[in-house]
């Protein structure tokens, strides 16, 4: 049986139909607090973005699910988890402080922010699952001993994963950072003849692992988490991945730390992605570029693969706006994240994570007005 997947379009001409009261009814209507016992502790995940990036969730958003949950007699918090690069999260103080920078407060958001991995990503538990890369992942210790779990998803682009969802939100974003580079172990290909010097990688890599000599950066590989981030910033394309053999890897990887962070919470979990604001990048880079499609809505759903596959082809059904990061696929019905990322693969994560049980690709789509 498909699963269901309840949609929210961006319309409204009247305060019954704004946003808030949206995610309100579909909280309700997806029966989120349908397993909420009173005094019960619930996770929010939430992305706070990197500071520099303005495209992560608005927290006036986030406050319509604190107060649904608060409305079933649960107590939330809202959480994340420390990074595996450096910037403004690599770190619970930092991590914090970023957050509050981005409205994340509690006069905006009414619950209080705990990082779930503790202050240097020391505080985590390991989750039995049993898989295919994995017979245990790392999953951050107050997620993982939270009652109950809402994910909240901006949907987007992602350089490695081709778009960034639910299943992301749960395999890389409740992670300790040793999780997280457990599942980045894929290592960039590097082409000298076209390194100009610039330095942009090294100044950028999280671990160190590059230097520039002579003009010519050289990357030390036993030091290389396989992160991306030099693949992202290089202006000169000197820095490429096999795409065919260690992305899908990296997928599953993935797909199966995401199984990890719902272990014990069987029925006690919600996903909701926002299609809002849809840019090529994950909220981690320090910037946000043009959306690449337009505003789509929100969808909610208790099944994360089933989500994240309607997601993926409401924003393929849409015609591509000009003056993006979209270099082809722009008519309605192609594939927007291979005509940003060429070379990513999204289906497969949803393949591999169906077939790992974490969710149905097969959806219903729900409107609800």
């Not at 969730?57 to 608060?70: C, D, F, G």
């Not at 699952?129 to 939270?146: E, L, M, P, S, T």
């Not at 880079?285 to 809505?297: A, C, E, L, Q």
């Not at 309605?332 to 994570?353: C, M, V």
Request: include cysteine.
């Amino acid at each position: 049986m498909a699963s269901a997947v309840y949609f929210a379009d961006t319309r409204a001409r009247s305060d019954k139909e704004s946003k808030v009261n949206k995610i309100k009814k579909l909280f309700h209507i997806a029966g989120f607090g349908d397993s909420l016992e009173k005094e019960s502790l619930t996770a929010i995940k939430v992305h706070f973005g990197e500071r520099g990036t303005d495209a992560y969730l608005n927290p006036i958003y986030v406050r319509q699910i604190v107060e649904s949950v608060k409305s079933k007699g649960s107590r939330p918090f809202i959480t994340d988890t420390n990074t595996l690069y450096g910037g403004g999260r690599s770190n619970s103080a930092d991590h914090l402080v970023t957050a509050l920078d981005h409205g994340f407060g509690y006069s905006a958001i009414s619950a209080p922010l705990i990082i779930a991995d503790g202050l240097r990503g020391n505080n985590f538990q390991e989750i039995k699952i049993n898989q295919k890369h994995f017979d245990y992942v790392k999953i951050a210790g107050d997620i993982a001993r939270a009652d109950n779990m809402i994910v909240l998803s901006h949907f987007k682009g992602h350089i490695l994963s081709g778009f960034g969802g639910a299943i992301k939100n749960l395999g890389m974003g409740c992670a300790p950072a040793a999780g997280k580079a457990e599942q980045h172990s894929a290592k960039p290909i590097f082409k000298p003849e076209l390194c100009i010097g610039c330095a942009r990688c090294m100044e950028i890599c999280p671990r160190s692992a590059i230097t520039v000599e002579k003009t010519i950066s050289t990357i030390d590989y036993s030091a290389c988490k396989g992160c991306g981030e030099c693949l992202r910033i290089c202006p000169a394309h000197t820095i490429d991945f096999d795409w065919l053999v260690d992305i899908p890897p990296f997928l599953e990887r993935m797909a199966e730390y995401a199984l990890g962070a719902v272990q014990g919470k069987v029925g006690r979990v919600g996903f909701m992605n926002f299609l809002l604001n849809i840019t090529p990048d994950c909220d981690c880079v320090p910037w946000s570029d043009s959306p690449f499609v337009p505003d789509i809505g929100i969808l909610a759903s208790t099944d994360p693969v089933a989500l994240d596959h309607a997601s993926y082809d409401l924003v393929n059904l849409q015609q591509g706006l000009k003056n993006s990061l979209l270099g082809s696929n722009i008519e309605p019905g192609a594939d927007k994240f291979k005509g940003i990322w060429e070379h990513t693969n999204g289906i497969y994560l949803l393949e591999y994570a169906s077939k790992i049980d974490l969710g149905k690709r097969d959806y219903r789509l729900i409107k609800v007005n």
